[in-house]
């Protein structure tokens, strides 16, 4: 059976060592097997992403010697998309507005006598899926900043079990209720890395989604998705992170070594080839 695996960076700082292993991983296992490998360039978060990371992620990548097949998919060209598949949600009664501060929230959470958490920390109260249709109807009217969350008891409920296939581990249970009603939209982000990846591994029919192990939690509330949407659920292979020298995981943040700072050192791409893993 042909597979079809994808790289999905998000332009938020150059490439590094950790993106070039990933995207050679999702490179290999299409071309070993005949398949197709898919660019997407996850640029939802406009307070985030630059387009001048695009332009370098296409050519770093190049540089190191892969290619993709297709145009690569850029997100922030299908705001449409992801805005239907909101209100689908929406209109099964799956979404509701929360107009909750992060001050807020964090007030309330510190108030509470035992407040649960979840993979991301610790989960939303659900005050606002409280408020009454009057409360929600004059705030909406009045302009109030939100954001969209899921309604998380209700769409687990029409889910049902669920489980993700992880290659190397076999089947393992999907409980997405640990994450509490996640953000789907926002103002400023249209729409959640959640929804977009999911979206966009169906619509691009990816079949093995191989990606760092630290989205394997996430993939709980990804198989959600799929299931509520109808959508096929890809096959996953998590891998575990490069680390830097001080054994923590390479970060843009911490300025690990990008591939155009090896490239401007001189290093040719079959030695950054190698020490990507290959
Ligand atoms: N865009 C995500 C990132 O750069 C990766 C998404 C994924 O592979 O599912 O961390």
Redesign the pocket.
């Known amino acids: 059976m042909s597979i079809t695996t994808r790289f999905?960076?998000?332009p938020n700082g150059f490439l590094h060592l950790g993106h070039a292993a990933a995207a050679l991983a999702a490179w290999r296992r299409a071309r070993q097997a005949g398949g197709r490998f898919l660019l997407r360039i996850?640029d939802i978060d406009p307070t985030r992403c630059r387009e001048e990371f695009t332009d370098a992620i296409l050519e770093d990548l190049a540089w190191l010697g892969l290619d993709w097949d297709g145009e690569p998919r850029v997100q922030s060209r299908h705001l449409p998309e992801y805005r239907a598949a909101l209100d689908t949600l929406a209109g099964r009664g799956l979404l509701y507005p929360c107009f909750c501060t992060r001050a807020a929230i964090a007030r309330e959470i510190a108030a509470a006598p035992a407040a649960p958490h979840g993979p991301d920390g610790p989960l939303y109260p659900g005050t606002c899926r409280a408020l009454s249709a009057a409360e929600r109807a004059a705030r909406l009217a009045a302009g109030a900043p939100y954001a969209l969350r899921l309604d998380m008891a209700r769409a687990a409920a029409e889910a049902g079990t669920l489980r993700w296939h992880e290659e190397a581990e076999g089947w393992c249970a999907a409980e997405p209720a640990r994450f509490g009603d996640v953000v789907l939209g926002r103002k400023e982000v249209p729409a959640s890395?959640h929804l977009c990846?999911t979206h966009d591994d169906a619509a691009q029919g990816v079949s093995l989604?191989t990606?760092?192990e630290d989205?394997k939690p996430a993939t709980a509330l990804h198989r959600l998705l799929q299931a509520l949407f109808g959508w096929p659920a890809p096959r996953y292979a998590h891998h575990p992170l490069l680390t830097g020298p001080d054994g923590r995981r390479l970060a843009k943040r911490d300025g690990a070594a990008s591939l155009r700072g090896m490239r401007e050192a001189g290093m040719r791409p079959e030695a950054v080839r190698a020490l990507a893993g290959g």
């Open positions: 999905a960076p998000s996850e890395y990846v989604v990606r760092g989205l």
